[in-house]
């Protein structure tokens, strides 16, 4: 509905869209992906009934918004200023005869008429809170980190903290939601699609400042634990910039039909790094595993399609695990290439992050290969799909006949023999180890 | 001793005192003026204009506005649908006597909006609505 709306407009036709809410974000891909931040429109209330006398209640609501949408529509809450679409107020003011009251309606506001939250109570982004935000970054307020959302928002260093303080974040995390945010607008939207699911991002953060503000790295290390703030406020802090900074005033969701696999948009964790004390040469830390000093604060992201916990499994059948994602096989060979399994090693619990399994490392050393490196090898070498679910899954047509392989499924076909299985990524290096979790 | 359980009572009496204050300040809401008004930032973010839209219509009279139904194929909503447009169209007709009406038309979710947008634009409509489902 998005795209017949937007070519409409594009042709010079005035369009007025009615459609059922639940399939908003949706349509607004549609609508954004060809050029335009918002578009004229009712959403039906789901709950209408499905009878002609239904559609009359209806009608006689729309009408009126119908006629404006096609002789005066404007965007609500977005206004033209030369060649940028700003907001139409930079400032909202709500007032009551005490603070609480005041605060409910900028909550009500916010939450319920410009979808801007998450639906949990917001704290007020007041100037002096932003500023306290901005004052723990050297970066200026205007400094943008990229473009990024259907629209190409401009994702300042302020419009985050706006975000971010109504997350709740305390200015202490204000550089690793910076860092993560510059991570996620580096990867083009398409590839986080609003229509029938997102990645979720997982927000790994590394070196001291993992400490200093206290990002959990231990029990419940993937859920909510009141001893570690830090986690939850950054990814809501994440959440909000994600949905709010491109939403055109919508509060637009970055995914649709399923929605994340987080409540929030996004997961944070910090890694064990007193594993490698314990394990020794080998289990390094991530960012020193990427090359950066061991000293040195950094946040990776990484987005997740899929998360397959396990509390039962060993070492050789967790490959075993991961999935053949035949919704999304890389399109080019370089997308292969740059394919990531994640494997999150949880202290006395199994589980794994995007695909696989694998145990706890101190039972790791029964076995013979005790790093993160040889771990990621005997993935690589585990997580093989059988070459005949291979077949079933990717190259047979609906009719039982069989379909040559073509792009990058055919490049690395060729690499195999007819009946090897199939790696569910390039090599070795495809296989990220992290620690986390556990007491 | 008296010293000593003066001394003790006015610790106490001091530290009730600072607690009832502190107390006090605690209940009191932030604002117990007759208005407290909360100014807040915008959250959202800029965006480039990438295409104009299409100019909005002085009035509907005289024009040709377009009226289509979009219909999924589980659509339990296609009864009600066409009720809808009818309503609409009827209000239409009311408001702006000389508006020609192309009633509703459907187009099936099924099938490319890129395909669903060209038929449309080819019936040379001044403005059209499009719903619902899908």
């Not at chain 1, 206004?79 to 139409?88: A, I, L, R």
């Not at chain 1, 005869?97 to 319920?112: R, S």
């Not at chain 1, 096989?329 to 994640?342: D, H, I, M």
Request: with cysteine.
């Amino acid at each position: 509905m998005g795209t017949i709306a937007a070519t409409l407009e594009k042709a010079g036709v005035p369009v007025f869209v009615i459609q059922n809410d639940r399939y908003e974000d949706r349509m607004m891909a549609g609508v954004q992906q060809n050029g335009y931040p918002d578009i004229a429109r009712y959403m039906a209330n789901e709950n209408l009934e499905y009878t002609a006398e239904g559609g009359k209640k209806l009608a006689s609501i729309v009408y009126p918004l119908l006629v404006d949408g096609l002789t005066k529509w404007q965007p609500q809450y977005l206004k033209q200023d030369g060649n940028t679409w700003v907001p139409t107020s930079s400032t909202f003011t709500y007032s009551g005869a005490t603070y609480d009251e005041a605060l409910a309606k900028f909550n009500a506001a916010y939450l319920n008429d410009m979808f801007w939250g998450d639906g949990l109570p917001l704290t007020p982004p007041t100037r002096e809170k932003v500023d306290a935000m901005l004052a723990a970054t050297p970066l200026t307020p205007t400094f943008s980190l990229g473009k990024w959302g259907g629209p190409n928002a401009d994702f300042t260093v302020e419009k985050i903290a706006v975000n971010a303080v109504m997350a709740g974040a305390k200015p202490q995390y204000f550089p690793v939601i910076l860092a993560a945010m510059q991570s996620l607008t580096s990867v083009s939207w398409q590839n986080q699609t609003w229509v029938v699911r997102s990645p979720t991002p997982l927000i790994i953060v590394n070196g001291p400042i993992a400490q200093q503000i206290k990002v959990n790295s231990g029990a419940d290390v993937l859920g909510a634990n009141p001893k570690y703030p830090a986690n939850s406020s950054i990814a809501r802090a994440v959440h909000l910039a994600m949905v709010n900074i491109g939403g055109s005033g919508r509060g637009l969701q970055p995914s649709h039909l399923a929605g994340p696999m987080g409540g929030l948009e996004a997961l944070v964790i910090a890694e064990a790094e007193d594993v490698e004390a314990l394990m020794g040469k080998g289990w390094e830390p991530l960012h020193v595993q990427l090359g950066k000093p061991a000293g040195e604060s950094f946040v990776s992201v990484m987005g997740i399609n899929s998360f397959a916990p396990d509390v039962s499994s060993n070492i050789t059948t967790t490959a075993h695990y991961i999935a053949p994602d035949s919704a999304h096989w890389p399109s080019t060979v370089e997308a292969f290439q740059k394919r990531t399994v994640g494997v999150l090693l949880i202290n006395e619990l199994w589980a794994s992050i995007s695909s696989g399994l694998i145990p706890d490392p101190r039972s790791l050393a029964k076995i013979h290969t005790p790093t993160k490196a040889a771990m990621s090898k005997f993935m690589y070498e585990q997580a093989r799909i059988p070459r005949s679910e291979f077949n079933a899954l990717f190259l047979t047509n609906p009719d039982g006949t069989a379909k040559a392989a073509t792009g990058a499924m055919a490049e690395v076909l060729k690499t195999l023999k007819d009946t090897d299985p199939v790696p569910v990524a390039a090599g070795p290096n495809n296989f990220l180890v992290l620690v986390a979790g556990g007491h | 001793m008296q010293r000593k359980t003066f001394m003790l009572v006015l610790l106490i009496a001091l530290c009730a005192l600072g607690f009832a204050s502190f107390a006090t300040v605690q209940a009191a809401p932030p604002d117990q003026a007759a208005s407290v008004s909360l100014t807040v930032l915008n959250p959202q973010g800029n965006i480039p204009v990438v295409n104009k839209f299409a100019p909005r219509l002085s009035t509907l009279d005289g024009k040709k506005v377009g009226l289509w139904l979009m219909l999924p194929s589980t659509f339990e909503f296609q009864p009600a649908g066409f009720a809808f447009y009818d309503e609409i169209a009827a209000m239409m007709k009311k408001q702006f006597p000389n508006v020609t009406l192309v009633m509703p038309k459907e187009f099936s979710s099924n099938a490319p909006e890129v395909t669903s947008a060209k038929v449309i634009t080819e019936t040379k409509v001044d403005a059209a609505v499009i719903g619902i489902g899908g």
